[in-house]
Each structure stands twice: as C-alpha cells, then as structure tokens.
C-alpha cells in the first residue's frame, strides 16, 4: 500500500527551479523524519536531504548545498525539496522517504518522481 505519494518533477533548463511535494497518507507523520534521495542514470540511490520530525534540523548533501532547501508541513503532512539553479547532473527520479523517531515502526518509500535536466 502505498504511503507516500510524490509530485512536482518535470523537465526543466539548466538554471532553472522546481519544487518536489510528497504527501504523507496514512501513518503519523509528525514522528517521522523525512528524507529524499535521489538514483540518476546508472547510479546508486543516494541521499539528498533529511528533515527531522520537528523540522528544526536539516541535512544536505554536499552536491546540493546552497540549491536545494528541504521542508516540512506536519499539519498539512506534506514535504517538499525546493530546487533552483538546477544542472544536468541533478537528473535524477527522486524518492521521498519516511524513517519513524519511534522505534520499531514501519519506514516508507514513495514511487519517486523523474526530474530531468536539459536545455
């Protein structure tokens, strides 16, 4: 069952921005600390920013520091990674990802959304 749905990718210029939303459906998303990776063209799944369950601490990857900002809306259930000077290298399908501050529930993945970048 699906528990993360992603959105917002596209194809966009090199410079250009996009925001990636991933809705949260049906667990307790206010003790979850979220994530989203990314897996380019024949590359590995790797991780691009997190965000605690509070939305006070944030971590970037070092490839994306200063470009992308990672936030959170418990109310609302939702996260988002906001893109901007976006290069070819940063094609990717981008995943949002559900680890839980309480120990022994289930962690989630979203079907991941594609972003390509290309004049």
């Known amino acids: 069952q699906v528990q993360l749905k992603e959105s917002g990718g596209d194809l966009v210029q090199p410079g250009g921005s996009l925001r990636l939303s991933c809705r949260a459906l049906?667990?307790?998303?206010?003790?979850?600390?979220m994530s989203w990776y990314r897996q380019g063209p024949g590359k590995d799944r790797e991780l691009v920013a997190s965000i605690t369950s509070s939305g006070d601490t944030t971590n970037y990857a070092d490839s994306v520091k200063g470009r992308f900002t990672i936030s959170r809306d418990n109310v609302k259930k939702m996260v988002y990674l906001q893109m901007n000077s976006l290069k070819p290298e940063d094609t990717a399908v981008y995943y949002c990802?559900?680890?839980?501050?309480?120990?022994?529930?289930?962690?989630?993945w979203g079907q991941g959304t594609q972003v390509t970048v290309s004049s």
């Open positions: 049906a667990f307790t998303f206010s003790n979850y600390h």
């Open positions: 990802y559900a680890a839980p501050n309480i120990r022994g529930s289930p962690l989630y």
